[in-house]
């Protein structure tokens, strides 16, 4: 924790240049959505921008080591989920399946 005038300062340049960063990223976020529909890359920079958060705003950064594996499992499964959502983008139903009386 800062005591001193000088770290809160330097905390507060931090914390201005991560805000900036993700005022730049939901921008990016922004015209991607506009410019092409990728999902893939939209979820890509929501995971840039959920980790920052994390990291910096909730002070995991400094945190013991069961909560990086905790935050490298989250990360493994919410890729594993991004690749089903682009598998499921790329099969696509032909028909639909008739129900017979």
Do not use: Q
């Not at 995991?60 to 499921?88: Q, R």
């Amino acid at each position: 924790m800062a005591d001193t005038p000088e770290e809160i300062y330097k905390d507060m340049k931090k914390y201005w240049l991560i805000g900036w960063i993700l005022l730049a990223c939901t921008v990016l976020t922004v015209l991607v959505a506009k410019l092409t529909p990728s999902v893939t890359i939209g979820l890509g920079i929501a995971t840039v921008k959920a980790s920052l958060v994390a990291l910096i705003f909730m002070h995991l950064n400094k945190e013991k080591s069961m909560k990086y594996k905790i935050l490298v499992y989250t990360a493994f499964f919410a890729l594993g989920l991004m690749f089903l959502t682009i598998l499921a983008l790329y099969d696509p139903i032909i028909a639909p399946v008739s129900r017979s009386n």
